[in-house]
Every structure is written in C-alpha cells, then in structure tokens.
T-cell receptor
Framework: AQSVTQLGSHVSVSEGALVLLRCNYS??????LFWYVQYPNQGLQLLLK??????LVKGINGFEAEFKKSETSFHLTKPSAHMSDAAEYFC?????????????FGSGTRLQVQP | EPEVTQTPSHQVTQMGQEVILRCVPI?????FYWYRQILGQKVEFLVS????????KSEIFDDQFSVERPDGSNFTLKIRSTKLEDSAMYFC?????????????FGPGTRLTVL
C-alpha cells in the first residue's frame, strides 16, 4: 500500500524567502510522485511530477522537487516566494506497473506568504 | 486551455435524498475519476472509469455510489441515499491515458452539504 506524509499543515514565509514544503512517501513499488496546488475556489493544478527519469524535476511557477529514494522524500522548493504562491499544496503518489491509476494524496500544506 | 468543469459548485441536500454531481471532462480524455475531500481530511480516491465501465474503485465507493457517462461529454456521480458523512468536496478529474504517469486534470469541485 502507498501513503504520503506532508510535514507541516501550515507554512509561513516572507516574500522573497525560500519555500520548502516537505513530502515523504511510502510505496511497495517504484513510485510516481506529483505536486498539485490548489488556489481558493479552484481545482487541483499540477505543479510537477516525477516519473523515474531525472530525479530533479522542474515545474511551473519556478517550483522544483527532488526525488530522493534513500530518504523516501520528494520535497518541493522555490528559491524566492511570491505573494501569488499563497495556496494549498498537495503531494501525491501513484504506483508504477500495478495498473492502478488512483492517486494517494497527502493531507496538504497551506502556504502563507507574508509581505 | 481546456479544463474540467463541474456543476453545481455547491449542493445542499437532506439526508436520504439522491444527488447527482456532474462533470464535463476535457474533450479528448479517455479516463475519468472522482475524488472527495471531507473537510480537514485528505483528498481520497473514489473511482476511475474507462470505456464505459469502472476500472478501479476504493472501499469508500460502496453500493450507494454509481457513476455514468450518459452522453459524449458528461460524467456523473450519483449518491443514492445521502448520509451526513457524505458531506465533502467532490472533485472530478480526467486524463488522456491511464498510465501511472499521466496527468490527471482536476475540476474546481462540488461542495456537497448533507443536512
């Protein structure tokens, strides 16, 4: 069975500061990993995904994430936060080669950006 | 840019009533999904649908739930006799193909409130 843990339900940073949102996964087979963002009153939008190619994945809006198998982590970073980054961020996992398409989500991290 | 749409945005119903949540997936997508998020909890997978049949479902998706693609554009989730615990945000998603790496595109959600 697969699972995702997001450490920190709320993260607050200053505008221009580094953003680090943590995600750890558990999977019995090689995982595919995703980060989604949800702005108020909108659906989940894909930021980036890891699909067993490069371990450092670049996404939209300046975000990137690094897959670290030894740490079972897929943390999301952005060098400099912008006010428009304030949203809820979800890490998700699906399993390679099992035929299962269901995404398993973490509980989400709400990012606040202070001026 | 094509997007998944959902109607209504908010549905209020009495316990025991039937509700139908509607989704219009992206037009050339072949796989369709329903997820739900109870307030304060994780986004949970309910069901996936391909070629006019359910391809995968979770333990949440019991006999009270059904899905249908009644025409070439709509995808619906029916809850036959709603319970208080069905109150949640319901997200529809679609993907072009069904591989584990394929991006699932999410709609904005329908907030279901059962009184």
């Amino acid at each position: 069975a697969q699972s995702v843990t997001q450490l920190g339900s709320h993260v607050s940073v200053s505008e221009g500061a580094l953003v680090l949102l943590r995600c750890n996964y558990s999977s019995s087979v090689p995982p595919y990993l995703f980060w989604y963002v949800q702005y108020p009153n909108q659906g989940l939008q894909l930021l980036l995904k890891y699909t067993s190619a490069a371990t450092l994945v670049k996404g939209i809006n300046g975000f990137e994430a690094e897959f670290k198998k030894s740490e079972t982590s897929f943390h999301l970073t952005k060098p400099s936060a912008h006010m428009s980054d304030a949203a809820e961020y979800f890490c998700a996992v699906s399993e390679e080669g099992t035929g299962r398409r269901a995404l398993t989500f973490g509980s989400g991290t709400r990012l606040q950006v202070q001026p | 840019e094509p997007e998944v749409t959902q109607t209504p945005s908010h549905q209020v119903t009495q316990m025991g009533q039937e509700v139908i949540l509607r989704c219009v997936p992206i037009s050339n997508h072949l796989y369709f999904y329903w997820y739900r998020q109870i307030l304060g909890q994780k986004v949970e997978f309910l069901v996936s649908f391909y070629n006019n049949e359910i391809s995968e479902k979770s333990e949440i998706f019991d006999d009270q739930f059904s899905v249908e693609r009644p025409d070439g554009s709509n995808f619906t989730l029916k809850i036959r006799s709603t319970k208080l615990e069905d109150s949640a945000m319901y997200f529809c998603a679609s993907s072009l193909a069904g591989g584990g790496t394929d991006t699932q595109y999410f709609g904005p959600g329908t907030r279901l409130t059962v009184l």
